[in-house]
């Protein structure tokens, strides 16, 4: 910049290709490495493949049976033996995080291993598990000598895993002698929790949509985590506010997102293939008089129409003016297995609004239902102070189950959903059985007659 006060970075190329190619190369953190100098011609770049739609690095693996080591660090590292020590040490905590469409079902368990040190005190001293702080079960440290990979079944509770869900193993130890001063000699005391710590989860793949509250997880348009199976249109001649608004959703997904690549594309109405339409998540972002999909503001629920109108249900108003921001997500009328999900104001102040709520956590943490309003309570809210917007929530009328099971649990919910027609399809079968051998034994002693 003018008086080197920063620096710029500049990705461009001779065409919309060379473009696109220069900016893959910035996201592709292993071809990202390889770059130095001042300038970076790129020739050609590897493909990387998408990753499963349930592979997300940040929450549980998707194996019925895993290890604690299996899961990994804020720093990307596997969990390996944690040990505590004194008579005050804080909890371990583990992020266990289940993802987004995990239902569990039957009994899950962990298998706590653990080992602890010698001069404890057996009648004060326990190992406690908690779920969100939440105790689930504790059990005495009893071996004055210590004790080595000791083992402790604990059952999770199938209704309280969630994306945001924490276990903690707390060791309280106690130390079996004290000072004069009752000061507790406690440098000695040491609990450790070991990485081949196991669990056992039975779980399905299920989430209803419309849900704005999945969205704080970035489901579903972040399965796969490069969101490739994610298309966001922008009207003809997208205006600056709508790009903004582009930019702060882009970022929110990339901060609930982690891959190797990121496969992303963005078109506005004109030019949106027809397939990518019908086969991925869209995202519509845009003023009401231009927003690419206008079949959301008749699909039901709350509406934005023309002339500051609003409509919800059978009632409708008329507004003076109208800076609220609206965030509302529908089932794709293009495709029942995926979401439309509209960024949209009647003006450019009601985009500022929704740009605001994507970007501060606390605003963006409470979204729930399939609408969201959001307006300001000055002029110039201050973004910092969440006290400076109001927050309105809809809930949507209909949700829509969106299932990936695997094969056997299938043909198991086929058998479930039918059983009210299984019982008179079996009588069916069972009368023309009686009567096809009716006839024939009836045929049969006319002959021997």
Known sequence: TPGNEGAVLVATGNGPEGVAKAVQFLVQSEDRQIGTSQAILVEKLEEVPTPASRDWPDYLPVEPTFKLSDLKTPYNQPIEDITVRGSDSPPITIDFRALPDDK??????????????????PKTSVVEVKLDGIALIGKKLTSIDGGTRESLRVALPSDNITPYSKIQVDFRLDARERRSCSKVTDQQLWGTLHSDTNFELQRTSVAKVPDLGLLKTGFPFAA???????????PKDPSSSVLMTLLQFTNRLGRLSKAESIQLSVYTKDSLPTEERSDHHLVGIGPQDKFPFPEIFSSGGFELKDFLTRQRSDSQIQTWSDHDGVIKEIISPWNKERVLLALSAQTDKGLEKVQDLLNQDPLFSQIKGDTVLISANSENPNIYQQNSYNMEFF???????????????????????????????????????????????????????
């Open 104 to 121: 569990f079902e039957g009994d899950n368990y962990m298998n706590l291993i653990y080992s602890y040190g010698p001069q404890i005190n």
């Open 224 to 234: 796969p985590q490069d969101l490739s199976n994610t298309v966001i249109v922008l």
């Open 395 to 449: 809930k949507p009328k209909r949700q829509r189950q969106m299932e990936k099971p695997e094969l056997t649990q299938q043909i198991f919910n086929f058998i479930i959903r039918s059983w009210l027609l299984l019982a008179p399809a079996i009588v069916a079968a069972t009368l023309l059985s009686y009567g096809v051998i009716q006839f024939y034994l009836q045929k049969m002693a006319r002959d021997r007659n």
